[in-house]
């Protein structure tokens, strides 16, 4: 154990140490979701893959308490975050003695002493910290905590746990204090560990480099595969899409008969091409800077995005995100977690025309809209995330986000999905099948009902996805993503319930304590 850390109280992302930190060159700081059945989990000699077991020891009243906790092992986030941390001396009044009650009281800092001293005495709290993250690390947190209120934080320092306290609100400010019993020297060994961390960790590139940007692709069954190669290989040296080359492939497949027929032919197809064509993700990794996801079958995008996040790759995934929506919110959680930046987008989301008409002047104030395109389904796969997705896509790009219910309505050839808008906006989505199966919109707004032009091919997915790998910014919210697949497994909740409006709140909730388990 390196360092002598007995107690600490996080108080609205503040840190309450007594005793001493060692001096040391860089420190570990990790904030770490616990288990929500802790305790119960452990009684019954229970652990999970995706978490670890760690020891708490902290004084409570006067005694030493020592608490098993099953901690998740990825952090939430790190002291890499941490942008500047300033000594400085603190005095404060006592409060209550329960370190649980304060925990995250919210933006405003509580700074109360965790001890069993009267109200209201003034006492020296000794040198403290200011410390404050980055950008990414403050929307992190602010996310992080958004999403997990009610549950508990643990705060590893070089490994060991030092508090555990209860997420009660969101906390959005991105500032926090170290404060605790020790000499100014001492403090100053934690800030400068801490701002060592932060600056041992490597910035991302934030613009193009000289040098070709290796692409690998992931799951070759799909004819996005060969489309898409072809699109970044052949690109004109003073295009857009110059500097991005797919130098390997990993076949990838699974039993769905989209994938299983076809996986062969495409693998075949990239390797004419001169397209190295590998046996394994690990192996592909090693050759390539950025990876495309282009499995058809999401259902294992969760299990393939995994090794790419943990080996920091940036990574486009195709549609759909992920099989299910717990899964597409544990790879939007790695991600972060990683501070690995990844989009996920059907092509017909950046189609010439559906931009345009988003922008088109002669709508007024859109109130409404409604998409349609074909609807397939795949036995196995919820009924929207094969095919049905792209029309979905196309809707929620006129109307952006804030969907409160959707309600579905199935019939042999058609499938109507309305979904109603904060405000009262409504938008619909009718599904195709047997008909005439084409792409298309409608916008209602204020001046008029515009109808949008004919969709495109993929190129303009292929600039957005250039572009990305080049300075790293996902063109689409995962946000956004998140909510319209939730959007979709409405769809089905409300169809299992005769059509009854379903709200995207209760599926949301939902999958996030299922993709909590996934971690």
Known sequence: ?????????????????????????????????????????????????????????????????????????????????????????????????????????????????????????????????????????????????????????????????????????????????????????????????????????????????????????IGLDTSHVPAFAKIFNQAKADSDLAGIKVVAGYPGGTDLPASRNRVKGFTEE????????????????????????????????????????????????????????????????????????????????????????KKNRAVGQMFGAITWGPCSYQEGIPDMFYYGIHGIEMLYVLMGTGCETVSRVQAEDADVLTGVWAGGRVGTYRGLRRQREEFGAVAFGTQGIVPAGKSDGYEQLCFEIARFFKTRKAPVAAEETIELLAFMEAADESNRHGGAPVLLKDVLAKARAAAASKH
């Open 1 to 217: 154990m390196k360092n002598s850390l007995p107690f600490v109280l996080l108080t609205s992302f503040g840190l309450y140490l007594s005793g001493a930190a060692c001096a040391q060159e860089r420190l570990d700081l990790e904030f770490r979701l616990v288990h929500p059945k802790s305790k119960e989990l452990l009684d019954q000699g229970i652990t999970e893959p995706a978490y670890e077991v760690l020891k708490l020891k902290e004084q409570r009243d006067g005694r030493t308490v020592v608490e098993d906790l099953l901690v998740k092992k990825r952090p939430e986030l790190t002291g890499r975050s941490v942008s500047k941390a300033v000594v400085t001396r603190r005095r404060a009044t006592a409060g209550p003695a329960n370190p649980k009650v304060l925990s995250y009281e919210g933006a405003q800092v509580t700074r109360w002493r965790a001890t069993a001293e009267p109200a209201n005495l003034v006492s020296d709290l000794g040198a403290g910290i200011d410390f404050t993250l980055d950008a990414q690390g403050t929307a992190i947190f602010a996310q992080v905590t958004r999403d997990n209120v009610g549950r508990r934080l643990a705060i590893v320092l070089d490994g060991e746990v030092i508090s555990a306290p209860v997420i009660k609100s969101p906390i959005e400010t991105g500032t926090g204090v170290i404060e605790g019993r020790f000499d100014s020297s001492q403090a100053e060994d934690l800030a400068k560990a801490l701002e060592n961390h932060a600056r041992a960790a490597p910035a991302p590139e934030p613009t193009t480099p000289a040098a070709t940007i290796r692409a690998g692709m």
């Open 270 to 357: 990239l390797r004419g091409m001169g397209i190295e064509i590998v046996d394994s993700i690990p192996k592909l990794l090693e050759r390539v800077d950025v990876v495309l996801l282009e499995s058809v079958d999401g259902r294992i995008h969760l299990k393939e995005a995994v090794p790419v996040l943990e080996a920091g790759k940036p990574m486009f995934i195709d549609k759909p995100a992920a099989g299910s929506l717990a899964d597409a919110i544990a790879i939007y959680d790695l991600a972060r977690q990683q501070q690995v930046p990844c989009f996920s987008s059907s092509s017909l989301r950046f189609s010439p025309s559906l931009v345009e008409l």
